[in-house]
């Protein structure tokens, strides 16, 4: 064995001694959760693979010093993506170096959007967007699909508890013509706003149909205000109805 290797077995079996010896003096197997130190995305895929095979313990998930800003995202996805598919993994974790005066709650938002985009569970509304290109010279969409993303983000808390379901929302901003009404018709709530030499209007799709067009200066914060009046009454008094 290489020492890789030796290091990766040696991970696997002080894991599995420390729950036998857990259990020997009395705390319950359901109690125990095993949580490997690695820090290099295939340490984490080969220990945890191998700690799935041999013991039936809940498995918490994580890159220790996975590093900062995209490189410790990626590097956590790919490690605990690759995991997540085989059904292994219990409770996961990112680690992430905090950039100065960085936000260290982005590692929450890392986990929740690893889980989201594997559809394992559901936080938040999803806001498709194409990517900038040449038939998309205005940065408008980009503007708006991140402002709603914002907003949703930031009004969830409260929203969770008034709109049950919302976080099943599925909103499209597209920038031009060529995927715009597709992309839209898909999404429960969309937009296709004029891309380069293309008419200064954006149809908004609707639960698929085609709803209405927009136009004017105010096509960003009209679109907004359409997607809260499409939470309130697709969402909106289910509580109520329930109860």
């Excluded at 974790?93 to 590692?107: I, K, Q, W, Y």
């Excluded at 709530?189 to 200066?217: H, M, N, Q």
């Amino acid at each position: 064995m290489s020492a890789r290797d030796v290091t990766r077995e040696a991970i696997v079996q002080s894991a599995l001694l420390s729950a036998e010896l857990a259990e020997d003096i009395g705390l319950p197997r359901n109690r125990i959760i095993l949580s490997a130190k690695v820090s290099q995305v295939q340490d984490l895929i080969a220990v945890y693979s191998a700690l799935a095979q041999r013991s039936d313990h809940a498995l918490h998930l994580g890159l220790t010093e996975a590093g900062m800003g995209s490189k410790g995202i990626v590097a956590s996805s790919a490690a605990m993506g690759y995991v997540l598919q085989q059904g292994i993994g219990d409770t996961i974790r990112v680690s992430l170096t905090p950039e100065p005066n960085g936000d260290r709650t982005r590692e929450v938002v890392v986990a929740q959007e690893l889980l989201q985009v594997m559809g394992f569970r559901q936080f938040l509304p999803v806001v498709a967007a194409c990517p900038g290109c040449g038939r998309t010279t205005s940065t408008v969409f980009q503007e708006l699909a991140q402002k709603i993303e914002s907003d949703l983000r930031k009004n969830m808390p409260v929203w969770r508890e008034k709109y049950p379901g919302v976080e099943g929302l599925n909103v499209a901003v597209m920038g031009c013509i060529v995927n715009g009404p597709g992309e839209s018709k898909h999404a429960d709530i969309g937009i296709s706003l004029p891309g380069t030499g293309e008419t200064p209007a954006a149809p908004v799709f609707i639960d698929g149909r085609k709803a209405l067009t927009l136009r004017g200066p105010n096509i960003a914060e009209d679109f907004e205000g359409l997607v809260i009046a499409y939470i309130e009454k697709r969402f909106g008094g289910k509580t109520e109805a329930a109860e």
